[in-house]
């Protein structure tokens, strides 16, 4: 029996193995695809101590990082993922898609999570050519342009408020009447000179040739369009979170989110921990992701020591 297993390997994932390979834990890292999902990305610039890095290449750095412990204490099984996860004698079981399995004393869910998609006609075809995903990471790139943000929810709020920084307009198209965010922070976001509310409303078609030049929203209730001449289209409609295995085991949230102590990603079930978005955790990036899973390294390695 291993000491630790890893499920996921994207930045807490990846982290988790680093810092388990050091500590001198045995432990084994399963994951449908090492990278996580910014690697889709053509450049990352907040990933702390380099400038910019294309997704492609923070893929490559993540494996030569983590293949640098392998085959010592720490064993990686790539291209494969863990279809349940349950409780055994004095630990864990996984079992994956391709029928092995894996025991280990602790168990780390990295496992993230996935966007809700844009699903209307023009979405896929334009993603990443004007509908993105993610505000911190390409908002920058909408400087001076006017863009749209889809879902009126926090996280959509959050973005426009976030895009309101660089873009010369900001629609926010959100599918109630009302905003249920607190009042001070939707209110000031509102009022912002540069920002504008569809509200009832949800989109149709997102427009373009190259790139997106625009986004058709129908009312609700009248069955009106409209055509919004916007060249950015920031989707916020929600995540679903990677934890179908996990379901029965441990504490999730309404929405799936692994709970989890923001002290030391402990979750509900004693040997488990969990880190970055698979978890309830409020905010999204890969630093914190890799910070997280670094956390609950910490306190795995001190309750392994403790409880062997
Ligand atoms: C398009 C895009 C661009 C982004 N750009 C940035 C950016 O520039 N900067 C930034 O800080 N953040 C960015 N983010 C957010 C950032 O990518 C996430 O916060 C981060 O990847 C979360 O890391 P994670 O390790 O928790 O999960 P993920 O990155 O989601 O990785 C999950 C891992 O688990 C694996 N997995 C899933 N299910 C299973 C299973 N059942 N069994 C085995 N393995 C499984 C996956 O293959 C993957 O390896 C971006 C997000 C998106 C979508």
Same mark, same amino acid.
Request: aromatic share 8%.
């Given at each position: 029996m291993k000491d630790l297993i890893i499920i996921g390997g994207g930045p807490a994932g990846v982290a988790a193995g680093v810092y388990a390979a050091r500590k001198r834990l045995t432990a084994t890292l399963i994951a449908e &695809?090492?990278?996580?999902?910014?690697?889709?990305?053509?450049?990352? &610039?907040?990933?702390?101590?380099?400038?910019r890095i294309a997704g492609e290449d923070l893929k490559k750095s993540f494996k030569e990082h983590l293949h640098a412990y392998k085959q010592d204490v720490l064993e990686v099984i790539e291209g494969d993922r863990v279809e349940s996860l349950e409780k055994t004698e004095g630990g864990f079981t996984a079992t994956t898609r391709d029928g092995k399995t894996v025991t280990g004393r602790a168990v780390l869910l990295a496992s993230g999570a996935g966007r809700k998609k844009l699903l209307v006609p023009g979405a896929d075809t334009f993603e990443n050519k004007g509908v993105t995903y993610c505000a911190s990471c390409d908002g920058p790139m909408f400087s001076g342009q006017d863009v749209a943000v889809v879902g009126g929810g926090n996280a959509g709020l959050e973005t426009a408020a976030q895009l309101l920084a660089y873009a010369k307009s900001v629609t926010l198209i959100h599918?109630?009447?009302?905003?249920?965010?607190d009042a001070i922070t939707v209110e000031k976001i509102l009022s912002h000179p540069n920002m504008r509310t569809v509200l009832n409303a949800e989109p149709t078609a997102v427009l373009g040739e190259k790139f997106v030049n625009g986004l058709t929203v129908k009312d609700r209730d009248s069955g009106e369009e409209t055509t919004l001449p916007v060249t950015g289209v920031f989707v916020e409609i929600g995540v679903i979170p990677n934890t179908d295995f996990a379901k029965g085991l441990v504490e999730l949230d309404a929405v799936g989110r692994v709970v989890t102590n923001a002290r030391d990603q402990h979750t509900s079930v004693e040997g488990i921990w969990a880190a970055g978005d698979c978890t309830d955790e409020l905010y999204h990036q890969n630093n914190i992701a890799a910070g997280d899973a670094v956390k609950a390294l910490e306190d795995i390695y001190q309750w392994l020591m403790k409880t062997r």
């Open positions: &695809e090492i990278g996580g999902q910014s690697t889709v990305s053509d450049g990352i &610039e907040n990933w702390v101590g380099t400038v599918r109630h009447a009302s905003f249920k965010g």
